[in-house]
C-alpha cells in the first residue's frame, strides 16, 4: 500500500461514523496537494483532516486526534495545535466579518491571548469576565503572534474558579544586530482565517494562491548578555522605518525584486540601539511599543555579531 492510500485509509476510518466518503475519495484530495500544489505529505493530511472535522460537525472525543495538551497561554508556541485552556475573557472586540461569531483576548495566570470563534462552529457565547475550561482549541501565528481558534469540536465550561491574568510583556534595549530572512515585503494567504507567509507564491494548507502583500521585520537584538527574536507587524515596521506598504510595493516593482526592500529596512536599522517593549510570544517579543536609543552600536562588531548568529 503506497504512502498516500495508508494515510486515506486512515483519514477514512477516523470519520466512518460520520461521513460517508471513500478511500479513494480522500486519496484524490491528498494526491492533488501533493502534486499540483507540492505540499509535503504531513501538511496534506492535516489540511484534508481539517476540512472533514469542519464537514462533520462532531463533538469532541468522537474522533481521535490523540489528545488535547492543557497548557497556558503564554506557552503557546506553534501553530494547528490542539491545546485546552483554563482562561478568563478579558475582553470582546467587534467582529470584522459576518464569518466571525466573537472575537477578543482570553487571559491566564502566564499572560493573554486571542481567540476566534467562528459563526459556523455553532458554538455558545462567551462573556466578559467569566471563567471557562476550553477543550480542543487550535493554535493559529501570525506575525509571531499566537492565538487560538475554537471550532465545531471545541467544548465550552464555565468554571467558579478566579483566574488572576498576568502580563507577559518584557522590555529589552540592545542592539539590533541582525534582519533575518522573512523581513520586508512578504505576501501572505488570502484565504478566510489563514495568514501563513507564502513560499514561492503556495501556502503550505491551500497551495498556489494569489498573495496579499504585508510589510514585518524579523529583528535580533542583542542587549549585551542575551539576544532576542523580535517581531515588528506592518504598523510597526511602517512607523520604524517610515516605508510604508504601497512605497514598498512600488520599491519591489521598480526592481524587479522584492528583496530590495528587506536590504533598504537593513541598511536603515542595523547596528542601532532601540527599547522594546511587548508580550513574549513563544521565542519572539512581538514590538507593541519601541523607541531608538541614543548611542549608535559599533558597525563592526554588529556585523560580527550578526554574521555569527
Aim: glycine share 8%; hydrophobic share 35%.
Amino acid at each position: 500500500m503506497t504512502d498516500l492510500r495508508t494515510h486515506a485509509a486512515e483519514i477514512t476510518a477516523q470519520f466512518s461514523d460520520h461521513l460517508d466518503i471513500t478511500e479513494d475519495e480522500v486519496e484524490t484530495k491528498l494526491q492533488q496537494l501533493v502534486s499540483e500544489y507540492k505540499v509535503p505529505i504531513d501538511e496534506a493530511r492535516r489540511s484534508v483532516t481539517n476540512s472533514y472535522l469542519s464537514d462533520a460537525g462532531i463533538e469532541r472525543d468522537e474522533i481521535s486526534r490523540g489528545g488535547s495538551e492543557r497548557v497556558q497561554v503564554n506557552d503557546i508556541d506553534a501553530d494547528e495545535q490542539w491545546v485546552d485552556l483554563t482562561v478568563k475573557l478579558v475582553d470582546l472586540w467587534e467582529p470584522r466579518s459576518d464569518s466571525i461569531s466573537q472575537v477578543g483576548l482570553l487571559g491566564d495566570e502566564s499572560g493573554t491571548i486571542k481567540f476566534v470563534s467562528f459563526a459556523t462552529s455553532e458554538l455558545d457565547e462567551l462573556e466578559e469576565g467569566t471563567n471557562y475550561e476550553l477543550s480542543n482549541v487550535v493554535t493559529d501565528e501570525y506575525q509571531g503572534r499566537y492565538s487560538v481558534k475554537l471550532n465545531r469540536t471545541t467544548t465550552i465550561t464555565e468554571i467558579d474558579d478566579e483566574i488572576e491574568v498576568g502580563d507577559n510583556a518584557e522590555t529589552i534595549e540592545g542592539a539590533l544586530v541582525d534582519v533575518q530572512s522573512g523581513s520586508g515585503l512578504i505576501k501572505r494567504c488570502p484565504k478566510e482565517g489563514c495568514t501563513r507567509v507564502l513560499q514561492n507564491g503556495r501556502c503550505a494548507e491551500h497551495g498556489e494562491v494569489d498573495g496579499e502583500f504585508d510589510l514585518r521585520i524579523k529583528a535580533v537584538i542583542d542587549d549585551g548578555a542575551d539576544v532576542h527574536d523580535v517581531i515588528f507587524n506592518r504598523e510597526a515596521t511602517e512607523e520604524l522605518t517610515g516605508i510604508e506598504l504601497e512605497e514598498a510595493k512600488q520599491l519591489a516593482m521598480d526592481a524587479l525584486d522584492t528583496t530590495v526592500v528587506a536590504d533598504e529596512i537593513r541598511t536603515d536599522i542595523l547596528g542601532r540601539y532601540y527599547s522594546v517593549t511587548g508580550p513574549t510570544l513563544g521565542r519572539y517579543v512581538l514590538a507593541n511599543e519601541f523607541s531608538e536609543l541614543t548611542g549608535p552600536a559599533d558597525p563592526e562588531a554588529v556585523l560580527i555579531k550578526a554574521r555569527s548568529i
